[in-house]
């Protein structure tokens, strides 16, 4: 399979009622796309790492009611799962793809990378692009232009990080679905890898 980008119709994946329907949906039409990123991206993360990053597909395996809003393919260094550690991600919701650098509520060592990160807040400032956005919750759309925080807002989301347990930073893009189905395969892929690059110092930040 060659990869060919996203569709509007992946994307409207996420407007199709009921959860079967649209897990089944979700399955015949996006996760082969995330199958494909998944092997390719581990080996080029495996490469730029120098240790071996193993993809994790988005499973939705614990829902019995509302269905999912958004899926992924995550990238970890865990060959049994990646919530428990840092992580990188490439996925949809219904208005955007997404792709990042994640720290979640599960991983157990959320107090050293805070503190590592805030050590380092003004290396972050000048190495993240001013586009780039931040999120303190994986499980909602919203996030914060890399432009628009100053130094308190990083002291703040990386203290928060070592003081709340359900805490969680995401550094990365949003690329809006208009745009990203506009995109090739290969363009696609890389913007991605572009993305990871300049995530690849947070990551080694932990």
């Not at 240790?51 to 499973?59: D, L």
């Not at 899926?71 to 840092?86: I, L």
């Not at 990365?172 to 890898?193: C, F, T, Y």
Request: glycine content about 4%; overall charge neutral; some cysteine.
């Amino acid at each position: 399979m060659k990869f060919s980008g996203f569709t509007a119709t992946d994307f409207n994946v996420f407007k199709i009622n009921g959860l079967e329907p649209r897990m089944d949906a979700l399955i015949d039409r996006i996760r082969p796309k995330l199958e494909w990123l998944g092997n390719h991206f581990s080996e080029e993360l495996s490469i730029m790492l120098g240790q071996e990053m193993y993809p994790h597909i988005a499973k939705h395996a614990r829902r019995t009611v509302n269905p999912p809003n958004d899926t992924w393919v995550a990238f970890s260094s865990n060959r049994r799962g990646y919530k428990m550690v840092p992580h990188f991600q490439i996925g949809l919701w219904e208005t955007h793809l997404f792709v990042w650098y994640a720290v979640i509520y599960e991983a157990p060592m959320k107090t050293e990378i805070g503190q590592a990160l805030k050590t380092n807040i003004e290396s972050i400032q000048q190495i993240i692009p001013s586009n780039f956005v931040w999120s303190i919750d994986h499980m909602k759309p919203d996030a914060t232009m890399h432009s628009e925080l100053k130094i308190e807002d990083f002291a703040s989301m990386f203290e928060r990080l070592q003081t709340v347990k359900k805490s969680e930073i995401l550094c990365g893009i949003q690329i809006p679905r208009d745009k990203a189905v506009e995109m090739s395969g290969n363009e696609l892929v890389n913007v991605i890898h572009d993305v990871f690059v300049q995530l690849l110092p947070l990551y080694k930040m932990n």
